[in-house]
């Protein structure tokens, strides 16, 4: 029985990929493709051998749509198999046993092995002899869970030893067979094991530095508790010193006192009274380091005022002489500061002793009180000391230079020799000594 139109169109119909479109496109090739063959013409109506001729176009037509599907196929199987040979990392899939059934270009050459040798290979043996209970652990944990695992392994390379690898694995089941494989991924890791490997030296080196930081720091520490300890003895010492001198200097003012030692006369008295002044003056530089706790240098501020008062008090012209000093935030060492106070002693002593008698009128004759002023400053690295008075003055024939008191000549001792002083003196409204001398003395010397 031969088919007819009905049948044509149910078999075109059971036919995967037709339709009206492809229809149109099979009428379009059979109307280009010339008239029927006369021969068949005879066999059978022109309809059915019209619609046999489209038929078979479009099975052509099919054939030739599954060639180039076919062929799309292939090249993307190709893709696929150099982007899965030639990945950055190795590829094994092994079977639920363990056994490697694929793997890719890259794994084989990491492992060392040939890729046809390395198939049905079980993997453990790939595995270094340490890390294969890690192993057999990792992948039975891998069989009882569908997430990603990765684990760390020391992986043999052929028979160039071994190198230490990163392995991230997944659990796979065919969904219609049923069979269960296990994806592996691996990846050389190491330069990052060398990486992590100096890490870690430097960190123990990091960490042997803070060790002997701490040790040493530990002795720092003792070393400032000895240290403390000593200065403590040190500074008591000092102060034990200091109060004895400072004792022993007023026994002498004491004795000074006593009737007897000079002779009672208006020169011995004046005399006996400059002795002590000179005494009080280096004493009193051993009060003020004894109080103040500060034994390397001297408050002159608080000494030379003082002192001025000391002195002051000594002299019944102290009484109506306004007294200024002024050497805020000026400290000297003990070389210094003895000299210093000596001359202000012995000049200020000259001052309540002569510079005021009783008939010379400071407001007439100045046109301001009678004012004794003691200055001491420090600039560009010179001080400067001065004692100025607006009293009846030098006369002009006085040359302090060349005075024969012992008071002047131990000053203009103490200027030259200890202090390396220049002295200026003005004359102008009263008297004024001016001693200037470098902060650095160029004298060595130091008290021991």
């Known amino acids: 029985m031969k088919p007819g139109k009905k049948d044509l169109e149910k078999s075109r119909a059971d036919t995967p990929g037709t339709g009206s479109s492809l229809r149109e496109h099979a009428e379009e090739r059979f109307a280009c493709s010339g008239p029927i063959d006369p021969g068949l013409a005879g066999q059978a109506s022109g309809e059915l051998i019209h619609e046999l001729q489209v038929h078979h176009i479009e099975l052509e037509m099919q054939a030739e ?26 590829y094994l899939t092994l079977t639920d046993k363990g056994f490697v059934s694929e793997a890719n270009l890259t794994g084989a050459l990491l492992l060392g092995i040939e890729r046809k040798n390395l ?24 069989l009882g869970t569908t997430e990603k695992q990765a684990c760390t392994l020391t992986l043999t390379r052929g028979n160039n030893g071994t190198f230490p690898a990163r ?13 269960t494989t296990v994806r592996v991924a691996i990846s050389d890791i190491s330069d990052l094991r060398q990486i992590e490997d100096e890490l870690n030296r430097k960190s123990e080196e990091v960490q042997a530095i803070n060790e002997d930081l701490v040790v040493a720091g530990e002795k720092l520490r003792q070393d400032e508790t000895k240290l403390k300890v000593s200065l403590e003895e040190k500074e008591a010492l000092l102060s034990e010193i200091h109060h004895r001198v400072k004792n022993n200097l007023m026994a002498f003012i004491s004795l000074l006192s006593l009737d007897g030692t000079y002779e009672e006369s208006d020169s011995g008295r004046r005399l006996r009274n400059d002795l002590q002044n000179r005494a009080r003056s280096m004493a009193l530089i051993h009060e003020t380091l004894y109080r103040t706790r500060k034994f390397s240098t001297v408050d002159m501020s608080e000494y030379l005022s003082t002192l001025t008062g000391q002195v002051a008090g000594s002299y019944e012209a102290g009484n109506s002489v306004h007294t200024v000093v002024s050497a805020a935030g000026i400290d ?29 009128d400071c407001e007439s004759a100045r046109g301001s009180p009678c004012t004794l002023s003691i200055r001491l400053t420090l600039a560009d690295g010179i001080y400067t000391l ?7 003055g030098l006369p002009d024939t006085f040359d302090p230079a060349t005075a024969r008191s012992l008071g002047l000549k131990l000053v203009n001792f103490l200027a030259k020799h200890q202090l390396r002083a220049t002295t200026d003196i003005l004359r102008d409204n009263g008297t ?13 010397t130091r008290l021991r």
Request: contains cysteine; charged residues 30%; neutral net charge.
């Open 432 to 444: 004024e000594f001016r001693f200037h001398f470098r902060k650095e003395n160029t004298d060595k």
């Open 65 to 90: 749509e599954l060639r180039r599907a076919y062929l799309a196929l292939e090249e993307s199987r190709d893709r696929y198999i150099d982007l899965y040979d030639f990945a950055p990392v190795g």
């Open 386 to 392: 001065a004692i100025q008075d607006n009293g009846i």
């Open 119 to 142: 198939i049905k290979n079980r993997f453990s043996r790939l595995v270094a002899e340490s890390d294969r209970d890690a192993w057999h652990r990792y992948f039975m944990g891998l």
């Open 332 to 360: 000297l060492d003990l070389t210094k500061a003895t000299p210093c106070g000596l001359i202000v002693n012995e000049l200020i002593t000259n001052v309540f002793k002569h510079a005021f008698p009783a008939s010379f």
């Open 167 to 179: 392995t991230e694995s997944i659990r796979i089941t065919d969904q219609f067979t049923g069979t």
